[in-house]
């Protein structure tokens, strides 16, 4: 057992179960052992969550950062925000985990929170937008996926038209509002 192989657990039971579900006695029956030996691996619950943050971050920023790749402005847009609500829909629990902006101190969420920011980034870049629209942008679209993934989570949306059209639709009038900024 190692700090990873515990992280990689509650990954999994985070995911199947909601974060607000995960405990470290759940965490250790997984692995089978006593919920003390995990002490010797995490300092605890909220090290273990902090971690999966972190875990979170690193692995949203590679799935963003792959969708993006060779793509710019509008294309680039619409395949990281499918990226980004496909990776929310199969990971819930590491995708809840993400969701918090980290301690100053803590160097290493820092640093995995900068990650997505900068794959984010650099696709609203390719708008040639100044840096407070940069920052406007990155918000609106974080705030948006976030709307569209808990809203869809929560069976939020009743009626006929698919979910899938209207977020292409609010990611068309993005990228035009963005292409006419720039």
């Known amino acids: 057992m190692t700090p990873d192989r515990v992280v990689e657990v509650a990954a999994g039971l985070a995911d199947k179960g909601g974060l607000d579900s995960l405990t470290l006695a759940a965490v250790a029956a997984e692995l089978g052992v006593r919920t003390p030996s995990l002490y010797k691996h995490v300092d605890g619950l909220p090290a273990l969550r902090r971690l999966l943050a972190v875990r979170a971050k690193r692995e949203l920023a590679g799935v963003l950062g792959g969708a993006a790749v060779g793509r710019a402005r509008g ?96 990611l068309d009038s993005l990228d035009r509002a963005l292409a006419t900024t720039g």
Do not use: K, N
């Open 75 to 170: 294309d680039a847009l619409r395949a990281v925000a499918l990226a980004y609500r496909d990776w929310a829909v199969e990971h819930p629990g590491l995708y809840a985990a993400a969701q918090a902006a980290p301690l100053p101190a803590d160097v290493d969420d820092v640093a995995a929170s900068e990650e997505v920011v900068a794959v984010v980034f650099d696709v609203l870049r390719g708008y040639d937008v100044d840096d407070d629209v940069l920052v406007d942008a990155t918000r609106t679209l974080r705030a948006g996926l976030h709307g569209f993934v808990a809203l869809e989570a929560a069976g939020g949306y009743a009626m006929a038209r698919p979910v899938g059209d209207s977020l292409a639709w609010w």
